[in-house]
C-alpha cells in the first residue's frame, strides 16, 4: 500500500514558478516509477511527467518540456516537480501518482496509487 499526499500549490502570476512536493509512504515507494498528471476543469486528466525509480529515467509531455524538472529523493519518500515560466493554461489540479513497476507510463490506468491532487492556478 502507498499513500501519496502533495503540496506546494497556490496561486502565481505567468510567468512565475512553483514547486510541488509528494510524501510517499509505504515500502515499495523506492522501487515505484511515478508520476505528475494535471486535470483542468472539464478535461480528461492528461500526463505531465515520469520518473523512474531510481530517478535516472525521466519523460515528459511535450507541453511542459523544458519548463517543468519532475525529480525524487527516494531517502525522503518524496518526488518533486519544479514548475518555471508558468502559463495559464498550466492551470489545474495537480496529481502525484505511483506504477508499483519499473517501467515509466504515460497511462493514467496504468497507475496503481493516487495522491488527492493540489492546485495550481496562473494568473495571466
Known amino acids: 500500500q502507498v499513500q501519496l499526499v502533495e503540496s506546494g500549490g497556490g496561486l502565481v502570476q505567468a510567468g512565475g514558478s512553483l514547486r510541488l512536493s509528494c510524501a510517499a509512504s509505504?515500502?515499495?515507494?523506492?522501487?515505484?516509477?511515478m508520476g505528475w498528471f494535471r486535470q483542468a476543469p472539464g478535461k480528461e486528466r492528461e500526463f505531465v511527467a515520469t520518473i523512474s525509480w531510481s530517478g535516472g529515467s525521466t519523460y515528459y509531455a511535450d507541453s511542459v518540456k523544458g519548463r517543468f524538472t519532475i525529480s525524487r529523493d527516494n531517502a525522503k519518500n518524496t518526488v518533486y516537480l519544479q514548475m518555471n515560466s508558468l502559463k495559464p493554461e498550466d492551470t489545474a489540479v495537480y496529481y502525484c501518482?505511483?506504477?508499483?513497476?519499473?517501467?515509466?507510463?504515460?497511462?493514467?490506468?496504468?497507475?496503481?496509487?493516487w495522491g488527492q491532487g493540489t492546485q495550481v492556478t496562473v494568473s495571466s
Open positions: 509505504g515500502r515499495t515507494f523506492s522501487k515505484s516509477a
Open positions: 501518482a505511483a506504477r508499483l513497476n519499473t517501467v515509466l507510463s504515460v497511462t493514467p490506468q496504468l497507475y496503481d496509487y
